[in-house]
């Protein structure tokens, strides 16, 4: 699947248009070994999460979002356990922007108030679902009746 995206990048189209099959086929090779170290990276980090709303789908790796134009591969961290929060439906868009970020190691802010403040992603999913989100994968434990 990522070698299929990687091809059919408009990129890499282009240059095996213009006849440069070697550094389209060299390109493609490097977008995929990126992908598969985001893969990894989402199944090792604590807080790695796919996220879903109006602007497109994100993997968060916690200091950085895979590129936009990986849909495929967030698609696969998904498939591959990932936790997956579909933010399409919520429509207080105000208190969205107001919730903190997820930290981005594990750890949690002693103080989450203010700016630059963060929580854990299951904090985080707690706050998003009173929104509206739908969570897929969902990391936190079952709780019972």
């Not at 796919?50 to 993997?59: A, H, S």
């Not at 903190?100 to 998003?128: F, H, N, Q």
């Not at 739908?134 to 019972?144: C, G």
Request: charged letters at 20%; aromatic letters at 6%; proline letters at 7%.
């Amino acid at each position: 699947m990522l070698r299929a995206t990687a091809a059919s990048w408009w990129r890499h189209r282009e240059l095996r248009r213009t006849g440069q099959t070697a550094l389209a086929q060299r390109l493609e090779r490097q977008t995929v070994l990126r992908d598969l170290g985001y893969l990894k990276q989402a199944a090792s980090l604590p807080n790695a999460h796919v996220i879903c709303g109006e602007g497109g789908t994100f993997l968060h790796l916690g200091w950085t979002f895979a590129p936009i134009e990986r849909f495929p591969l967030a698609a696969l961290a998904v498939a591959r356990g990932t936790p997956f929060i579909d933010i399409r439906s919520v429509t207080d868009v105000t208190a969205f922007a107001n919730l903190p970020c997820v930290a981005r190691d594990g750890s949690v802010d002693p103080d989450p108030c203010g700016p630059g403040r963060s929580v854990s992603l299951t904090t985080y999913i707690d706050m998003v679902e009173k929104l509206g989100a739908r969570i897929l994968n969902d990391p936190r434990p079952r709780r019972s009746i």
